[in-house]
Every structure is written in structure tokens, then in C-alpha cells.
């Protein structure tokens, strides 16, 4: 019988789910279903439009998503052939992040859900990220997650949907964060991630010496502002001797940037194992990375290496899942109405602060960086 509509419908497994991502730089949408189908996926990044300001402008993000989301629901549906009525629930990133952009995000979502008689769903981005690795591989409950994206870098147990318990948070910057410092000192442009990993290919991490905060110290929280002035210094000190930075210099620093930022996360990430295990047991439970940073392919296989020596099975979700996009809030969406399908209403408010584990104090002071931690 050829495939319709209909009967390719109800193939899938149910629920079926819209997931749209606003709250930050890229005005992302997607559907999935509870067999890991994604049945359409779009992200439109604002890259060009935050260039020439070396960063993300909250103003130029929320109008942007205001000109974009619309057309862009209208062609995912169409991609996948399906009306809003077909869907059983419409997600929305509904913290934390840019409070412009969360709220054109969050009031489609609702005007959709309402219109079509669907539940809404609030997802907490951060939560986006821990499950996406669930959306690509089975990987089961718990395991040990380290969160490294532009606004946060935490290492994490996850013990199910909704069940997180941080073991470290950074007390001052983002490994993403100084990934994009590192870019824009060196003029490498925005954003800085792939810029950084491109030149450290090029480069000799062994000519210039950085430091590795925190490494050796207890806990496993990290710091990053440190190795940030150190490569300020370094570039400056290349200027200040030759006239100039070259490209040499560049991938140089680059290389060995990455190679300290990733010498800190492992060494962070032993001590979080430990922990880790004496919560959980023996066993070889899965090491999962996500958020952007674990895009880096250094960093994954730095990562990978130390899963295989603390007898962990390494997870990363695929390169196009790892920065921000619709299908993971799609898929924390879907996992958390199917664990709760009367989950959320629409008084539901966008939260731009929304720590993971809710009943968690700041570890770390307050304001930025209690946020942060
Ligand atoms: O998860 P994400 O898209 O947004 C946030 O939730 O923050 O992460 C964006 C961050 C940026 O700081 C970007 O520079 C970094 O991820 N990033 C990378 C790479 N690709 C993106 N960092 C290192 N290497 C990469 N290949
Ligand atoms: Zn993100």
C-alpha cells in the first residue's frame, strides 16, 4: 500500500512533538517522535547579525526571532506534512537565556498549543542538552554529564527526566565563553569555538605554556577567567616583542589554549567520577557530553580517552545536536510529557535565570555567577 499521510502517522510512535529554540542566537524549530524519528528540523543562525559586534546583542537576537519564527514554522510543518493538530504537545525553550527572545519563543509556542488545542510544554534549555544525547543513542539513567556551552560548563548527575544533581559549575566563566574570549582577542572572529579548534589544528600546543586553574585543588568546580588574562598577556607579549601577531602565533595560542581547557575539564571530571560512584556503583554507567563546546572534536576525543580509563562508556551527541537547535527541546519536551502528560499550563512564565537542579543553592555568591553556578 503506498504511504499516505496517515498511515506514515500512525507508524510513528507516539507523542509526537514541536520543540522551538529562541533563547539565544539561533531561531531553531523541530519535530520528533518517541522512536527517535525527527521528522523535520530547521535552525536559522543570527551569526551575521551579532558579528560585528563580537557577541551576541539582545535586542538585534529578539527581533530577529520576531521577523523569523513565523516562516519558519510555516516551512517546517510543511517539510514534515503535517498540521499543528497533528502534533500532541508544543514545547518551548522557556528558560534559561535572553529574556527578548525567550518570550517571542514561549508566546508562539502558546499561541500554537492554544489555537490547536495541544498541551504546552516549558522546557529548561540546560535540560534540552542533558537529554539530546538520548534523542541519537539509548543511553540509559544515570549517568555522568558534563555541560559545556556558551553560558554554562557543570558537571552533573543525572539521575532521570527532571532529576539532576550538579557536582561542579565554573565560578566565573564558561568553557564556551572562553572559547569566544580567546577568538575575539585574537581577532579570530564570533562565533569563537570553531574558529579556536580550526587554528589549534594548525598550531604547536607545546611552544607556549598556560595555566589550568583549579587543577589539583578539591572539588570539581572550574575557572576559566584565569587562562583567559593568560592569553591576553600572551598575545600582547607577541605584539609587544615582534610588532605583530601572525598566523603562527595564532594557531599556536589556539593549540595551546585547548589543550589547557581540556586538561582542566578532565581533571575536574576525575574527581566528579569519584563522586559519581559512590552515588551509583560500579559499573560501566555512560559519561555523556553536550552543549556546544562538545562540538570540539580535541575535546571529545580528550574526553573519550578519559571515559575509557575510568571504565565509562562515552556519549556525545552528534555535531548538529551539540549546539543549540529545536530538536532538543523537542525531544526534552516529548520525555517530559510523556512522564507527565498535564505537565505544564499556559501561565507558564519565561525564566531567564533556571538553574537545573531546582532546589540547588548558588554554589557560588550570587547575581552572575550564583546563576552561573
Ligand atoms: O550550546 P550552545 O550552542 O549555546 C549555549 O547554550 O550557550 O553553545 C555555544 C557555544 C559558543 O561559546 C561556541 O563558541 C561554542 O559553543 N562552540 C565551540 C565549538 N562549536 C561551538 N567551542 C569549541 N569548539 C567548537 N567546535
Ligand atoms: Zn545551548
Known sequence: MPATKETGLSALKRPLVLGIETSCDETAA????????????????QVDDHAEFGGVVPEIAARQHISHLDHLLRDLMDEADLNFKDLDAIAATTGPGLVGGLM?????????????????????HLEGHAL????????????????VSGGHC??????GVGRYTRLGTTIDD???EAFDKTAKLLGLGYPGGPAVEAAAREGNPKRFKLPKPMVGKPGCNFSFSGLKTAVRRLAEDCVARQGVLTKKDRADICAAFQEALGACLVDRLKRATALFREQVGAG????VVAGGVAANQY???ELEALAASEGLRFFAPPLALCTDNGAMIAWAGLERFAADPTIDDLDV?????????????????????????
Open 349 to 373: 512564565s519565561v525564566r531567564p535565570r533556571w538553574p537545573l537542579d531546582e532546589n540547588a543553592k548558588p554554589m557560588v555568591g550570587k547575581g552572575k555567577k550564583g546563576a552561573k553556578a
Open 299 to 301: 575535546l571529545r576525543n
Open 30 to 45: 523541530a519535530i520528533v517522535a518517541a522512536d527517535r524519528t525527527v521528522l523535520a528540523h530547521r535552525v536559522l543562525s
Open 132 to 147: 539530546t544525547v538520548r534523542l541519537a543513542d539509548d543511553v540509559p539513567f544515570p549517568y555522568l554529564l558534563l555541560l
Open 104 to 124: 517571542v519563543g514561549v508566546m508562539t509556542a502558546k499561541a500554537v498549543a492554544r489555537a490547536s488545542g495541544k498541551p504546552f510544554v516549558a522546557v529548561n
Open 154 to 159: 557543570q558537571i552533573l548527575m543525572v539521575e
Open 174 to 176: 564558561a568553557a564556551g
Open 284 to 287: 560501566d554507567h555512560p559519561f
